[in-house]
């Protein structure tokens, strides 16, 4: 018994990759014009541009960022899959350790943390009432799964999920 898949039964999962294929490669060559409602186009403020910024950013969107960007001053900085990471939040995966700036009794979502590194974190998830005001205590800001990270306040109070905001 011959087990070899014929060609015809492999016809349609190719043709289905190759059609996603061009779907995508053409809605990227799609001005940003087309691929929006009129209503999302003037909401974004795109109606502003004038001919010749729309067709730079059409340009841009079609490269997908994929070159060397040129600033005002003529430097060029990387694509973003390339460029470095920096210790901005889910850029690294290593707690951050610091002292608040201040004092701190309670939190709640929105609440922000100015830390003494300059840092600030906004809390996302989470609140607490501690007994007693804490003058400028140590903290930690450590990383959990998926990009979340939790501040830690007090050893015994449950970590705040925040966000970095600075």
Known sequence: MNRRPRLSA???PL????????????AQRTPIEQRMTPEQFKAAGLEKLSPD?????????ERGDAQPVASESGETRPPAAERPRDSFAGAS???VRSRLKGS????????????ENGQRWRVLKGSMTLPEALQAPEIEVAPGLMGRWFLQ??????????????
């Open 10 to 12: 492999l016809r349609l």
């Open 15 to 26: 043709m289905a990759v190759l059609l996603c294929l061009c779907a995508s490669a053409a």
């Open 53 to 61: 910024e729309l067709a730079s950013l059409n340009t841009w969107l």
């Open 93 to 95: 995966d290593q707690p």
């Open 104 to 115: 701190v009794q309670q939190w709640a979502p929105g609440t922000v943390f100015e830390l």
């Open 153 to 166: 306040v007090h050893e015994d109070a449950p970590r705040a999920r925040v966000e970095r905001i600075e």
